[in-house]
């Protein structure tokens, strides 16, 4: 995404909106952590927070195609929020794997595929 394509404005509602979307991604990452008490529910979590971003994201593509935006933002900034959350997900899942190899002490990749998304509790692939 060109952010000289965003009005003034338009950039303005984007940081703003990035900065909260951030703070709350690391509240849910520092709640996971501190809640989660096995390694199987962690990983559980975690696999299924990246699938339901995968869908929402999807969905939000579509309504894109289709021409479909919410009321009184513009193609472009749609665009930008859906990649300025893809960016901090992406940043998300990073910590994510960091804080579950200090808290257990292994890769979260024992539980999940190696696509980070598939489960594979137990070596069997869910």
């Given amino acids: 995404m060109d952010k000289n394509t965003l009005t003034s ?59 479909i935006l919410p009321p009184g933002v513009s193609n472009n900034l749609y665009r930008a929020i859906i990649d300025t959350t893809d960016e901090v997900i992406q940043q998300k899942l990073e910590r994510v794997r960091d804080a579950f190899q200090v808290k257990f002490g292994e890769s979260i990749y024992n539980y999940l595929g190696p696509d980070g998304k598939t489960k594979k509790f137990f070596g069997i692939f869910g």
Wanted: aromatic residues 10%; negative net charge.
């Fill in 9 to 67: 404005e338009e950039q303005e509602q984007l940081n703003d909106y990035f900065t909260q979307v951030q703070a709350g991604e690391m509240a849910q990452i520092k709640d996971l952590i501190e809640n989660c008490n096995s390694a199987y529910q962690f990983a559980k979590t975690h696999s299924t927070y990246i699938k339901d971003w995968e869908k929402t994201k999807q969905q939000s593509e579509t309504k894109i195609k289709n021409g």
